[in-house]
């Protein structure tokens, strides 16, 4: 995994951010072969999947200067059409946003403050990702998961992965990964049955002050069922304010709060 997984688009204001960069050994990953059978079939599953949707519950630590670990709660739902749409919402403890992707432009929306914001997007989900990143510092939770190639995405940065197994996520029994890398450690619990869709994914921050955990459930799986385009539209709600947002590098040295502009 390469992105911050619970760095969501604004920041902590985090999927899914997705994960941190760290160095891969010149000999490659040390993958039990096992574990990373199982981690290509969920791939190729996902792969296959032009459109589907699933919720995420997200559990995140944030820890104070004493130590303490204070945990915090979001839901997520996430709709999916390959190559070039998307549809998230977001409501919990850190964030209540919408955030739309249309083939042609992203726009997120702050549910709580009634405020948008728009931006240029690529042709599909892949390159818009790396325009949002590279352009905004903006991370989508687990995009490793919807990326083409998610497998690649997934192991860039491994170091080592094991398998520890068939264990229990809720009702459903999954296979229990572990992978390494130099900055973070993750997890995934993938169905043993026959859908190999991820369970859960735990990522531990281990070089940050307290190793944060970051952990989602993903569940409500719905596969191959048709979305209308209008999902993945923006419609701007009554009374919303349009505020800028500026690419890195491009922001004035004392930058003010962005200009609220009401749209037309």
Sequence with gaps: ???????????????????????????????????????????????????????????????????????????????????????????????????????????????KRNLYASAP????????MDLLARNYRLYVPLADLVFSDPYRELTEHVKSGAYLGV????????????????HLDWQIWIDAGERPVPRKVVITYKEQPGQPEYMATLYDWKMGQPVSDAMFQFQRPKGAARIEIIPVGKQPRDAQKPEQKPDK
């Design 121 to 128: 997007a690529a042709s599909t989900i892949d390159s818009t």
């Design 1 to 111: 995994m390469r992105r911050v997984a619970f760095v969501w688009i604004g920041g902590l204001s985090t999927l899914i951010a997705a994960l941190a960069a760290a160095a891969q050994v010149a000999s490659g990953p040390r993958i039990d072969p096992t574990a990373d059978r199982v981690l290509r079939r969920m791939c190729q599953y996902l792969q296959s999947q032009r459109e589907f949707r699933l919720s995420v519950a997200e559990q995140l630590d944030q820890v104070r200067d004493s130590g303490q670990k204070l945990k915090y709660f979001n839901h997520r739902v996430v709709t999916i059409r390959r190559p070039n749409r998307i549809y998230t919402e977001v409501s919990g403890d850190t964030l209540n946003r919408r955030f739309w992707y249309d083939g042609k432009s992203v726009t997120m929306l702050d549910t």
């Design 167 to 182: 264990h229990s996520v809720d009702r459903f029994k999954a296979h229990h990964l572990a992978f390494t890398q130099e």
